[in-house]
């Protein structure tokens, strides 16, 4: 049989469905460790590194008969080739349904599904979601034109997407200087031609031309207002985006099942009174609204839209999740609760907002290795990652 390659898209629609395959993951158990296929549904999932492979092949062997029985193999590396490998070193033992992930977990970590928020509305808001980071980005669309929110650096799929869409990507906008992925919204400037638009609190020293947001300004297409309410706190110049009255895209500020983390700046107190008067702001505005986060902790936060799934909240239910934290009623208790869930935050965070500044130029290889890795931006994420190894 001859070894055939799948793409990233098509292992998250296995795995969404609840196909019955294994997944060997043939990466160093440090890369493993770093950053992990996660998907919808529990899955049965293996990481057997490549080198062992070469050193101790009969043993791998061995140990993947044990995990996988007769399940289809679906094998992945960095780049796709000691996956390559790793298959015919399996075709070779007598496994026959074996295929391994072109582009490696590089495409598992940059590849967006696109799902559509609002069906048959006069305009279309679309969550992009990126399983391989757990964060979302957003378009919406009207009278043939699209705007971006926090998008990726894949501008190739941003781009692609307009063109089926065939609207023009006009503007993009962030919702504060990213630390944790390499943003999109400069690379888009100049390849799409859009109007790049910032907080000046988180970009008053970029190396580039964009245009400083004005808070409470209208900056939607004609007939559909988009207010920008600045709401500092994760960095002193995030900023949340109030669409049509119904949909808040609320960056790193407000999670489905947490908070932002007001500690990555090491000026933790005052970060965190901000966040604490943020989200008091946030609970007048957000009545009946939808809340669009920067990132999920978990596939469990995922809800159906005409059978995709998309994170997304009405505030109400936002405030049930995270009774706990908006519950305490001042500045002091919440200090306690930021500084209880504090950890240390991935060296490469300081490279990352360098990068998104313009600050710093690195190789596009160097820029993919950079960018792998879930996030750690929200507060309460400690709490959850114990609890997770507990039970």
């Not at 999740?321 to 306690?336: H, M, P, V």
Request: proline share 4%; with cysteine.
């Amino acid at each position: 049989m001859s070894i055939v390659k799948y793409s990233a898209l098509t292992l998250f629609n296995w795995l969404k469905n609840g196909e019955d395959i294994a997944v060997l993951d043939v990466r160093s158990s440090e890369d493993f460790a770093r950053q992990k296929v996660e998907a919808p549904r529990p899955f049965l999932q293996e990481n057997i590194s490549y080198y062992d492979f070469l050193e101790i092949e009969e043993a791998c062997v061995r140990r993947v008969r044990e995990f996988a029985g007769n399940r289809p193999i679906r094998i992945l590396c960095v780049l796709g080739r000691a996956a390559r490998y790793v298959s015919e070193i399996l075709e070779k033992n007598g496994f026959t349904d074996i295929q391994y992930l072109d582009g490696g977990i590089n495409a598992w970590g940059t590849f967006l599904i696109p799902v559509l928020l609002n069906p048959g509305k006069e305009y279309e808001i679309y969550q992009f979601i990126r399983p391989g980071k757990a964060s979302c980005s957003y378009g919406l669309v009207k009278d043939g034109e699209m705007q971006l929110f926090d998008p990726s650096h894949n501008t190739k799929f941003y781009l692609d997407f307009a063109a089926e869409k065939n609207v023009k990507i006009s503007r993009t906008f962030e919702t504060h200087l990213q630390a944790d992925y390499i943003a999109g919204s400069r690379a888009l400037m100049e390849q799409a031609g859009a109007e790049f638009l910032a907080n000046e609190a988180d970009f008053a020293d970029a190396q580039f031309q964009y245009t400083p947001l004005k808070n409470g300004a209208d900056y939607g297409p004609e007939g559909l207002p988009v207010e920008i309410h600045f709401t500092p706190g994760h960095t002193p110049g995030s900023t949340s985006y109030l669409v049509d009255n119904q949909w808040l895209i609320s960056g790193d500020t407000v999670f489905i099942q947490s908070v932002g983390r007001p500690d990555l700046g090491g000026e933790v107190e005052t970060w965190s009174d901000m966040l604490f008067d943020t989200l008091a702001h946030v609970r007048k505005i957000a009545d009946n609204v939808n809340i669009l986060p920067g990132h999920f902790m978990s596939w469990e936060e995922a809800t159906s839209i005409n059978g995709d799934l998309a994170f997304t909240a009405p505030f109400s239910q936002v405030l049930e999740f995270n009774r706990a934290i908006y519950s305490i009623d001042n500045k002091k208790e919440f200090l306690a609760f930021i500084k209880a869930n504090m950890r240390q935050q991935p060296e490469e965070y300081a490279t990352i907002r360098q990068i998104n500044a313009g600050l710093k130029s690195i190789s596009p290889e160097e820029e993919e290795i950079l960018d792998l890795g879930k996030n750690q931006c929200a507060a309460s994420a400690k709490a959850a990652q114990k609890t997770a190894e507990e039970s």
